[in-house]
């Protein structure tokens, strides 16, 4: 009996030790403090080259103090979809906050990133369709293109003759397109290159879609994102976003064209069919609306700490790779070199993680080291010397 129960999960065990034997396996370590650019792990203090909390403000008394006031005038949860009941005062005034700050005519707020992708996409393509997908798009990209059920073409990364190519020789074969892509792409920290892609797509018809995760709060003035570091204003059909990065808090949004927020309103199924955001992070989103529209001190600031940290990296003798943002890749090769490489920092009181296969490319294993403006001089420095002196006792400089 138990023998036979057991055995129809077995497939769980197999697949579990290969990702052990593959060193696949994710160690997920636990944080015992906020977010800052020191954090308690696992027991130890660190200093965090982790998170994507670019500005600072996962843990910024502002936002907080919004967060409390909201849960003591409106309660901790609306117990409803946006589309019944669960539309609160401070949905309504955030998406017209974000549309504002965006320089778009509407916005949509759904629960997360994650969620903007599977709101969005399958509402405007379907099975008749095509999607022209960059090679390497985020996960929720892929995942709201399969749930689409429309036909997915790969171009090559950030590569718009490609997209061109395969957009001419498909395109007829659907009813419409869709070209979708990241604006900055995570593991490389590289920007698309927007502008030519957007010319591709436009000269064909076919609607445009971009990702702008981790451009929202870091690219374009004051962290108006991809979109605006581009001058693309009223040409991309649809901009997702998240508030879960840079603005610290969680969230996604939908930002474009009336005609195309309004559609979603009625059509995007985790808007239709899960419940609303809480009040205390929706009012914290406020907040972090409001202090990127008071000053680009923190955007400057983490632009700076970027350019301070790339520019110490590269002279101690480190490949920072091909990143334009704060994401900056240090290139190790060799998975398990990376991984010991992440280990010994750890160990050395820093927080970074290792990236391999299948995350990244056989051969581009690497430390994936995220700034934020929360680091001061002296944090960084700290991270440089710790960098310094894993990397000559690995063999990685000298
Ligand atoms: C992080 C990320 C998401 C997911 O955002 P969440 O708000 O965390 O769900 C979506 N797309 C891209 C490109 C991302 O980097």
Redesign the pocket.
């Known amino acids: 009996m138990s023998d036979s129960t057991s055995d129809k999960l077995s497939f769980i065990d197999e697949e579990i030790a290969r990702l052990k034997q593959e060193g696949l396996y994710i160690n997920i370590r636990t944080i015992e403090s906020p977010v800052g650019s020191w954090m308690v792990v696992d027991g130890k203090r660190v200093l965090n080259l982790c998170t994507?909390n670019y500005l600072g403000l996962a843990d910024h008394p502002k936002l907080k103090e919004a967060a409390k006031k909201a849960i003591d005038e409106w309660g901790v949860g609306p117990a409803a979809v946006r589309s019944i009941a669960g539309t609160q005062r401070l949905h309504v005034e955030l998406e017209r906050r974000l549309a504002q700050f965006k320089g778009v005519e509407d916005a949509l707020f759904v629960q997360?990133?994650?969620?903007?992708?599977q709101a969005a996409i399958p509402a405007l393509v379907g099975r008749e369709d095509v999607i022209f997908s960059d090679r390497l798009?985020?996960a929720?990209?892929i995942d709201g293109c399969r749930l689409s059920r429309a036909k997915i073409i790969v171009y090559e990364h950030c590569d718009p003759d490609d997209a061109r190519r395969k957009i001419e020789e498909n395109l007829p074969n659907y009813r419409r397109g869709l070209l979708i892509t990241?604006?900055v792409f995570?593991m490389d920290g590289d920007i698309a290159p927007l502008d030519k892609l957007y010319e591709v797509a436009e000269s064909y018809g076919v609607m445009t879609m971009v990702?702008d995760?981790?451009g929202e709060g870091v690219l374009g003035r004051g962290g108006r994102g991809i979109v605006d570091h581009f001058g693309l204003h009223g040409k991309f059909d649809v901009e997702?976003g998240?508030?879960?990065?840079a603005f610290g808090v969680?969230?996604?949004v939908i930002a474009g064209k009336k005609r195309i927020v309004d559609y979603l309103r009625q059509k995007a199924r985790p808007f239709l069919f899960s419940s609303a955001t809480t009040p205390a992070d929706t009012a914290a989103c406020l907040a972090a609306v409001d202090i990127l529209e008071s000053s680009t001190e923190l955007v400057d600031r983490l632009w700076e700490n970027t350019r301070y940290f790339k520019s110490e990296m590269q002279r101690l003798g480190f490949d920072t790779g091909q990143s334009q943002t704060p994401i900056t890749p240090v290139m190790l090769g060799e998975a398990p070199l990376a991984k010991r490489f992440s280990e010994r920092l750890f160990e050395e009181g820093v927080f970074a993680m290792a990236l391999g296969y299948p995350t990244v490319p056989l051969g581009a294993a690497r430390i994936r080291v995220m700034i934020s403006a929360s680091l001061t001089r002296e944090d960084l420095d700290f991270g440089l010397e710790a960098f310094a002196r894993v990397g000559k006792e690995l063999g990685v400089i000298s």
């Open positions: 994507n997360s990133g994650f969620c903007a992708n798009n985020h929720s990209i990241d604006g995570s990702d995760a981790h997702i998240t508030l879960s990065k969680v969230g996604g």
